[in-house]
């Protein structure tokens, strides 16, 4: 065997498994690009219903196309009753991801498109899929507080209904837009272990839901989307600005992760963690209780100091999202809220000019050898 042959690229990094054209990232100098547009712009003049049109469609909508979308997400933004009543089923302590990984499955059950390969359903089930998510995510959340799920209003953007639905009452503009913020950072990341999960689920010609239910699957874990849920219990058990050193130093001889920091691809500072920031002091200062945002300002710089990485995404979006009243175990649920943007993209593009997606292993097992039968062994 040739030496290529051998030599394997652990956990895939730096290796291009295809092109797209979906998003831009520049690891060295912090810098992500949805289809040509940096997110600092979209951050400050876009709103999300525009970034998952454009993310969809390849282009900023125009103000009718807009209109028309939010149309198609108001129409698809109810959950059908049965997936709700199968919600309603699960034990009361199940993980907010993994109730909406459920949802998610069962949903393609009550979707006469889903078993259908044309492009057209594709991008209809996209569209659901889109509106839909923040509705099962509120969902999960009332019903696990013992309320019954609140539909959405139609006259109500994707981030003003996401708080309604979860919180019972319309939020102010300030809310929305924290929300908006938020569902804008996270929409997309170019070829992240659950986009990729996507892609090569999809890349069998096998059903969108069955993609998403698996990109959900991989975005719950620690390691990515579920280290927001762990910063907040960081930040909780902690303690206050005095106690971080100990901390550091007790995560340190444990050889433990910092949550929040690092990242496969940003060797700088993650681009979304400074908008994050940003909010995280401008809701606790609104609050009048900057204590969340303090603290994690001198766990950045502790941490920073001690492993030489910088913070990624879900180092301040777990304080904003706190001050925002949200519960910690439900952040990763508002991420695939807002992922669920990018998987459909990609979903989309991977199909458009698909070939199945195979890699190969270094085999490291006993060469081939004689089998011994049973009474032998
Ligand atoms: C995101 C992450 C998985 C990237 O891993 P990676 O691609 O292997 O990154 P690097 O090559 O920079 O990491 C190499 C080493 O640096 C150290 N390192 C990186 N991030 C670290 C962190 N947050 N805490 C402690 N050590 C860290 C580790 O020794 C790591 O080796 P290991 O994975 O074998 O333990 C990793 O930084 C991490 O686990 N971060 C914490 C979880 C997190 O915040 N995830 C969300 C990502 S958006």
Request: glycine letters at 8%.
């Amino acid at each position: 065997m040739s030496e290529d042959a051998k030599t394997v690229v652990k956990g895939l990094k730096g290796i291009k498994a295809a092109d797209s054209s979906i998003c831009e990232i520049d690891g060295e100098i912090g810098k992500l690009i949805y289809r040509g547009y940096n997110i600092d712009d979209l951050c400050a003049h876009s709103t999300y219903e525009e970034v998952a049109f454009l993310l969809l469609y390849s282009e900023l909508p125009n103000q009718t196309q807009l209109d028309q979308f939010h149309d198609s997400l108001t129409a698809h933004a109810t959950a059908p009753p049965e997936v709700l009543a199968a919600l309603k089923a699960l034990p009361k302590d199940v993980a907010p991801m993994a109730a909406l990984r459920t949802a998610v499955s069962v949903l393609g059950h009550y979707d006469p498109l889903a078993e259908q390969e044309s492009d057209e359903s594709n991008k209809e089930n996209a569209v659901r899929l889109i509106a839909v998510l923040p509705t099962l995510t509120a969902a999960i959340r009332r019903l696990r507080d013992g309320h019954e799920p609140i539909a959405p209003k139609p006259e109500l953007s994707i981030s003003a209904n996401f708080m309604y639905m979860l919180n019972g009452e319309e939020p102010s503009a300030d809310a929305a837009k924290a929300m908006d913020l938020i569902l804008i950072l996270h929409a997309e990341h170019g070829f992240n272990a659950s986009t990729f999960s996507a892609r090569v689920i999809i890349a069998t010609l096998t059903d969108m839901y069955s993609a998403i239910t698996g990109a959900i699957g991989a975005l719950k874990g620690k390691l990515h989307g579920g280290a927001n849920t762990e910063v907040l219990k960081t930040l909780q058990s902690v303690g206050g600005v005095e106690d971080v050193a100990g901390w550091v130093a007790d995560v340190r001889s444990r050889k433990g992760k910092f949550m929040g920091f690092g990242h496969a691809v940003y060797q700088t500072q993650d681009p979304r963690a400074k908008h994050l920031k940003e909010y995280s002091q401008k809701l606790g200062q609104e609050a009048g209780d900057t204590k969340w945002y303090d603290l994690s300002i001198e766990i950045e710089s502790q941490v920073v100091a001690e492993i030489g990485r910088q913070c990624n995404v879900d180092f301040f979006s777990a304080s904003v999202q706190h001050y925002m009243g949200i519960p910690g175990d439900l952040f990763t649920c508002i991420f695939a809220s807002s992922r669920i943007a990018g998987w459909c993209a990609h979903v989309l593009e991977q199909i458009s000019d698909n070939k199945i997606i195979r890699p190969s292993s270094h085999y490291t097992g006993p060469d081939e050898r004689s089998y011994v039968p049973i009474s032998e062994r």
